[in-house]
Nanobody, 118 residues
């Protein structure tokens, strides 16, 4: 059973930074895509950023140029560096791993709370 464990969330003032970590129970290179999603109170979960097994990255428009997704080459970890945080970034952030075999397998972490005060 794949396990994803997020950490690094917390309370930060607007304009500040946080770095989220996602530790996987197996090699992150065994997954086709690793990503971060977030869910704000009363809203649907939304995609934030992703990185493919080949290293290509993509970002939602609302976080582009402020957030950076990266991974360790020797560690089973994916990070999300979040800079210039805004109150609207407040949400629970979830790590996701996708594996494409005969169908798509989705794995999720338990989430980490990020709160940005104005």
């Amino acid at each position: 059973q794949v396990q994803l464990v997020e950490s690094g969330g917390g309370l930060v003032q607007a304009g500040g930074s946080l770095r989220l970590s996602c530790a996987a129970s197996e090699s992150i290179f065994s997954f086709n895509i690793m990503g971060w999603y977030r869910q704000a109170p009363g809203k649907q979960r939304e995609w934030v950023a992703s990185i493919t097994s080949g290293g290509s990255t993509n970002y939602a428009g609302s976080v582009k140029d402020r957030f950076t997704i990266s991974r360790g080459n020797t560690k089973n970890t994916v990070w999300l560096q979040m800079n210039s945080l805004k109150p609207e970034d407040t949400a629970i952030y979830y790590c996701n791993a996708e594996l494409w075999v005969d169908r798509t397998f989705d794995y999720w972490g338990q989430g980490t709370q990020v709160t940005v005060s104005s």
